[in-house]
């Protein structure tokens, strides 16, 4: 990577790493919201691939110059923790539009007093390096929800998250730009709506139980029958079967809508 000679943003960071302050002034950023009144909240989201341009840059020259990792490796390495030295998760979190299936995997711990409490907040570190170079990593909507969906199944998550296979978005999004549907903040964030994470989950599950996804008769009459309703359970599925009415329409949506999302 060249960087630019003497940027304002990298001075910034550089000032901040340093610890002469405490953050990097968010004034690097083109456009604000600016807390007008006489403007609504989503005035702001016309700006955001300026902004984000600007926090890819950034993201960037902290992984090569203060991480000292190539690409590659930051894909590899790269974890919550060490965001966090990198002092970068304030500014990802002001401004950029992260998908909900990348900001959904989060893990728990049970405290002394039998009270759960989140240990982090739940940013998938790979998708921050898919961002930074997307011409290395292209982001996979697809990929990303089977990672957290088998997190699920392997007990790391311990429940399906909230808003995963139902009408929901995500709320700090929602506040901040004034969503009023899922599917708005979908379509802004560049989320997959409940209905794709859904239709993705059941035709992994297919696979891995070597039920082909092409032989649509087989697959009606086993999802039919006590089999489909089995598998559904097994597989944390119930909720999204709810989502159509039942484990006919889910089983036809997915054949219809997979191939599409592949």
Same mark, same amino acid.
């Given at each position: 990577?060249?960087?630019?000679? &003497?940027?304002?943003?990298?001075?910034?960071?550089?000032?901040?790493?340093?610890? !002469?302050?405490?953050?990097?002034?968010?004034?690097?950023?083109?456009?604000?919201?600016?807390?007008?009144?006489?403007?609504?909240?989503?005035?702001?989201?016309? $700006?955001? &691939?300026?902004?984000?341009?600007?926090?890819?840059?950034?993201?960037?020259?902290?992984?090569?110059?203060?991480?000292?990792?190539?690409?590659? !490796?930051?894909?590899? !390495? /790269?974890? /919550?923790? *060490?965001?966090?030295?990198?002092?970068?998760?304030?500014?990802?979190?002001?401004?950029?539009?992260?998908?909900?299936?990348?900001?959904?995997?989060?893990?728990?711990?049970?405290?002394?007093?039998? +009270?759960?409490?989140?240990?982090?907040?739940?940013?998938?570190?790979?998708?921050? +390096?898919?961002?930074?170079?997307?011409?290395?990593?292209? $982001?996979?909507?697809?990929?990303?929800?089977?990672?957290?969906? *088998?997190?699920?199944?392997?007990?790391?998550?311990?429940?399906?998250?909230?808003?995963?296979?139902?009408?929901?978005?995500?709320?700090?999004?929602?506040?901040?730009?004034? $969503?009023?549907?899922?599917?708005?903040?979908?379509?802004?964030?560049?989320?997959?709506?409940?209905?794709?994470?859904? +239709? +993705?989950?059941?035709?992994?599950?297919?696979?891995? !139980?070597? @039920?082909?996804?092409?032989?649509?008769?087989?697959?009606? &009459?086993?999802?039919?029958?006590?089999?489909?309703?089995? /598998?559904?359970?097994?597989?944390? /599925?119930?909720?999204?079967?709810?989502?159509?009415?039942?484990?006919?329409?889910?089983?036809? *949506?997915? @054949?219809?809508?997979?191939?599409?999302? *592949?």
């Amino acid at each position: 990577m060249k960087y630019f000679d &003497d940027w304002y943003g990298y001075r910034e960071y550089d000032a901040m790493m340093r610890g !002469e302050k405490e953050k990097i002034d968010r004034a690097i950023l083109e456009h604000q919201y600016s807390g007008d009144p006489e403007k609504p909240r989503s005035y702001y989201r016309i $700006y955001c &691939d300026e902004n984000e341009d600007v926090i890819r840059e950034i993201i960037r020259y902290a992984i090569e110059k203060y991480a000292g990792w190539t690409p590659e !490796e930051a894909y590899q !390495e /790269l974890t /919550l923790k *060490k965001l966090s030295e990198l002092k970068l998760r304030h500014l990802i979190r002001y401004g950029l539009r992260i998908p909900y299936e990348a900001n959904v995997v989060f893990r728990e711990e049970r405290s002394y007093n039998g +009270v759960r409490r989140r240990l982090d907040d739940g940013l998938d570190p790979q998708y921050i +390096v898919s961002f930074a170079y997307p011409e290395l990593f292209p $982001y996979s909507p697809s990929e990303e929800i089977i990672k957290s969906y *088998k997190m699920i199944l392997s007990g790391e998550i311990e429940r399906v998250p909230k808003g995963y296979f139902v009408k929901d978005y995500h709320p700090v999004y929602a506040a901040r730009y004034g $969503y009023r549907t899922p599917e708005e903040a979908a379509a802004w964030t560049g989320s997959t709506t409940e209905i794709e994470r859904a +239709v +993705v989950c059941l035709a992994w599950v297919w696979e891995q !139980e070597g @039920l082909d996804l092409y032989d649509k008769g087989r697959l009606i &009459d086993y999802m039919s029958h006590r089999t489909g309703r089995s /598998l559904l359970k097994k597989y944390h /599925l119930r909720q999204a079967a709810k989502l159509f009415g039942g484990p006919i329409v889910y089983t036809m *949506k997915t @054949l219809d809508l997979y191939p599409k999302l *592949k």
